[in-house]
């Protein structure tokens, strides 16, 4: 197992990189711990999967250095670095037995085979593998195919981390439930560190400790998917996060009032310094706002009510700016007149994408 540090990182496929745009990966400093579950997440082309890489040692970082336990690997090729990696498709050998296959890695390394023998059958138990050991592997499932590459990378005793490239896109939907919590099972009972690249939000925050969210090349955020959720420190964190995602608005801000456009929202803090020429937004999570029929609030228009059975959503409009609100089923939804409340203290203010703090 290792402890992995990103010191100074930056990634560019072009020979003389300028601008920040051209930049793959942009510069990041992070130390995941050892023994720990982490998630990249984000979406398609936001460097993810060139950062997974740079890791294993399948790339060489333009800039900075990767680090296990304090040792700098970053010139040190993937065969070296004690990784295993779980591709997005399962990677088996057909035409020999599950047995075999978990085995492989194991008499590569010329290991006794009373030890193979016993970790073949301990990784296989803890992957419910052990009544397909004698069967050809082309004869399985994708699920289970899927399974003898995530055991090949346990099944080895001196493994520093487990890297994981959206392993469960061709798995039946029905089945993903089944193997994320496996993958989590099974990180609490080798205790190596494991990250998990996905652009699903509910296989990150399901599975990992840490959530790396990434956006456009760079971090945005690393922190529990609670942290994630209340506090989203970009304006990209509060959208890709939560079904619906925030509700982001362009605003002014006045000590500690907000106004979209000619309505009035209270905060609970007040922003003296933010400065001229900045983009200035509010995020309010669909969760946060309240519906009242009175004057006091935000003159809405409920366009329509979206019922998913445990709540239901509220399409609105507030001026020319769409509103979600979530709405607990038993709750009554207003007709004509409705006004939306957000909580103050749930507010977040924005500047050029990035949260602000504010004062007391």
């Known amino acids: 197992m290792a402890a992995i540090t990103l010191d100074h990182l930056a990634h560019s496929y072009k020979a003389h990189p300028e601008a920040p745009s051209d930049y793959a990966l942009r510069r990041l400093d992070i130390t995941w711990r050892d023994g720990g579950a982490y998630a990249l997440l984000g979406p398609s082309g936001c460097g993810k999967t060139t950062l997974l890489n740079i890791i294993s040692g399948l790339v060489t970082p333009s800039e900075g250095k990767v680090l296990f336990d304090g040792r700098d690997v970053t010139n040190i090729p993937t065969e070296q670095r004690n990784i295993a990696q779980v591709f997005q498709f399962p990677v088996v050998y057909d035409t020999v037995s599950v047995y075999d296959n978990l085995a492989f890695p194991l008499r590569n390394r010329g290991i006794r085979q009373a030890e193979v023998d016993r970790r073949v059958r301990e990784i296989a138990g803890m992957l419910d593998l052990n009544a397909d050991l004698d069967r050809r592997a082309s004869h399985l499932t994708a699920d289970a195919k899927q399974k003898i590459s995530l055991g090949r990378g346990l099944v080895r005793a001196d493994t520093a981390a487990i890297l994981f490239d959206e392993p469960l896109t061709v798995i039946d939907p029905q089945l993903k439930w089944e193997l994320r919590a496996q993958l989590k099972q099974l990180h609490a009972q080798v205790g190596r560190t494991m ?80 400065a001229e020429g900045q983009k200035i937004e509010i995020g309010i999570r669909p969760e946060d706002i309240r519906l009242a029929p009175g004057g006091d609030g935000l003159p809405i228009t409920i366009n329509r009510v979206d019922d998913i059975g445990r709540i239901r959503i509220a399409r609105a409009q507030l001026a020319e700016h769409a509103l979600n609100i979530v709405v607990p089923e038993e709750a009554r939804i207003p007709g004509d007149g409705v006004h939306a409340q957000p909580i103050p203290e749930r507010v977040h203010v924005y500047a050029d994408g990035h949260l602000v703090e504010g004062e007391a």
């Open 195 to 274: 990250i998990y690249v996905t652009h699903d939000q509910t296989e990150a925050m399901t599975f990992a400790d840490t959530v790396v969210v990434m956006y456009d090349g760079a971090v945005v955020q690393v922190g529990t998917p609670a942290e994630l959720f209340t506090k989203p420190a970009h304006t990209f964190v509060g959208y890709f996060i939560g079904s619906p995602g925030m509700n982001v608005l362009p605003a002014k801000i006045e000590g500690r009032t907000a106004y979209v456009g000619g309505s009035r929202i209270n905060l609970s803090r007040g922003y003296p310094r933010l």
